[in-house]
């Protein structure tokens, strides 16, 4: 059973940036496509950001275009998302997941990613 692990979280000032990481401790990534999400308090959890393994295509929710990037070292097992010019509507606990089903190319609803990390809390203050 896969285990992900995520980390680079922090306490960081609005227009600051940090990266997140997202390793297997157990298991693999090959073949997934791989997701970031978030949860900000008494909110519900969203999509932010999507790679598949073939090609690397991506995808980013409206709100973080232009300022997050997702990547991935395949190689490594390991999934990153560079955050740039953070602001408070960041601030959230950053979840990565791996998609249920090897082979797929889209990225799919929510829902069909299984297993997920423990999450790591990102916040910005003003």
């Known amino acids: 059973q896969v285990q992900l692990v995520e980390s680079g979280g922090g306490l960081v000032q609005a227009g600051d940036s940090l990266r997140l990481s997202c390793t297997a401790s157990?298991?693999?990534?090959?073949?997934?496509?791989m997701g970031w999400f978030r949860q900000a308090p008494e909110k519900e959890r969203e999509f932010v950001a999507t790679?598949?393994?073939?090609?690397?295509?991506?995808t980013y929710h409206d709100s973080v275009k232009g300022r997050f990037t997702i990547s991935r070292d395949n190689a490594k097992d390991t999934v990153y998302l560079q955050m740039n010019d953070l602001t408070v509507d960041d601030t959230a606990v950053y979840y990565c997941?791996?998609?249920?089903?090897?082979?797929?190319?889209?990225?799919?609803?929510?829902?069909?990613?299984?297993?997920w990390g423990q999450g790591t809390q990102v916040t910005v203050s003003s």
């Open positions: 157990e298991g693999t990534f090959s073949n997934y496509v």
């Open positions: 997941a791996r998609h249920k089903y090897p082979g797929v190319q889209a990225p799919g609803v929510m829902s069909l990613y299984d297993p």
């Open positions: 790679i598949t393994w073939v090609g690397s295509m991506t």
